[in-house]
């Protein structure tokens, strides 16, 4: 599962978008999700060598703890359930 610039770019918006509505901060977030710091940095990023499992991993952290902030995340538009069952083919999940 490849991603363009495009779809990398809107989908580090959605992420730090739903930072914002998590009201936690990277250090919590990365804490959270285990990565070190060059891992987390290129998972917020969605950059070209970010490891598609991280950035899944951020997204459904994100999505979790914006539901605990009482908010409703903002929709993912590349990552979207659909695109969940493609992703899980190509590499492992967490």
Same mark, same amino acid.
Do not use: C, I, Y
């Given at each position: 599962?490849?991603?363009?610039?495009?779809?990398?770019?809107?989908?580090?918006?959605?992420?730090?978008?739903?930072? =914002? #509505?998590?009201?936690?901060?990277?250090?919590?977030?990365?804490?959270? !999700?285990? +990565?070190? /710091?060059?891992?987390?940095?290129? &998972?917020?990023?969605?950059?070209?060598?970010?490891?598609?499992?991280?950035?899944?991993?951020?997204?459904?952290?994100?999505? =979790? #703890?914006?539901?605990?902030?009482?908010?409703?995340?903002?929709?993912? !538009?590349? +990552?979207? /359930?659909?695109?969940?069952?493609? &992703?899980?083919?190509?590499?492992?999940?967490?």
């Amino acid at each position: 599962m490849w991603l363009t610039a495009g779809q990398r770019r809107r989908t580090a918006e959605e992420l730090h978008a739903n930072l =914002v #509505l998590a009201a936690v901060t990277e250090s919590h977030l990365r804490a959270d !999700t285990d +990565l070190d /710091e060059h891992e987390f940095r290129e &998972a917020m990023h969605v950059g070209p060598r970010s490891r598609p499992e991280d950035v899944w991993l951020l997204r459904d952290r994100l999505v =979790v #703890l914006v539901h605990a902030a009482g908010k409703q995340p903002v929709p993912f !538009t590349v +990552l979207t /359930e659909d695109a969940r069952a493609a &992703a899980a083919v190509w590499f492992p999940l967490r």
